[in-house]
């Protein structure tokens, strides 16, 4: 009788290891798969402000310019084909913001940048020969028909994808990295056959 219950007792713990080691092999399984990696939410928080005045612009741009182009093109062609591209760009860029994630973060940055070359150049160029622009341009006086917004909506652009880009990085480096190789690795399991009084 004493050896039939040692018996059943060494059937019990071997089956409850056996459990463990497969529930183990589970979890493990299930963190090491790769999370999807999550929109960069470029249009949240301080980004639905930039994403409203970048709208504005597309559409007073675009309306003006269409306008221009088709009743007024031969006065100034040169001013009312920059208001058409400064049209195109506020749109990528309001399209960028929506859509969120990496690319559309890089693709809004690299847009910011020339955007804010534009009218640093046009502002520059109004300035300097007048005489080029019979009309105002939305870029014209680095934006000063529309309250110097022009000048600072790529500056501001620039400075929150720029923060989009670090919080970005703070999510794929993930909680694993800042505990230590003891939380890492997990508990471990003792192996080998459990000891069984006398």
């Not at 675009?62 to 006065?75: N, V």
């Not at 969120?100 to 109004?126: I, N, P, S, Y």
């Not at 009309?135 to 917004?149: A, E, N």
């Amino acid at each position: 009788m004493a050896d039939a219950r040692e018996a059943r007792k060494a059937q019990q713990a071997r089956e409850t290891r056996e459990a463990s080691v497969t529930e183990d092999s589970a979890a493990g399984t299930t963190a090491g798969k790769p999370e999807p990696a999550a929109r960069t939410g470029l249009g949240q928080g301080p980004g639905r402000l930039l994403v409203l005045l970048y709208g504005v612009f597309t559409v007073a741009a675009a309306s003006r310019s269409i306008y221009q182009l088709i009743a007024q093109y031969q006065e100034a062609p040169l001013a009312y084909i920059l208001s058409a591209v400064s049209a195109v760009v506020y749109a990528f860029i309001t399209v960028s913001l929506v859509r969120g994630g990496e690319g559309a973060r890089k693709a809004a940055m690299v847009c910011c940048a020339a955007e804010l070359v534009g009218v640093l150049t046009v502002g520059t160029w109004t300035l300097a020969d007048p005489s080029a622009f019979p009309d105002q341009t939305v870029w014209s006086d680095y934006g000063m028909g529309y309250l110097f917004i022009p000048i600072f909506l790529p500056v501001t652009g620039l400075l929150w994808l720029r923060k989009a880009r670090r919080a970005h990085r703070m999510r794929r480096r993930g909680p694993d990295r800042h505990l230590g190789p003891a939380h890492a690795s997990g508990p471990t399991h003792a192996s080998g056959p459990p000891r069984l009084r006398p």
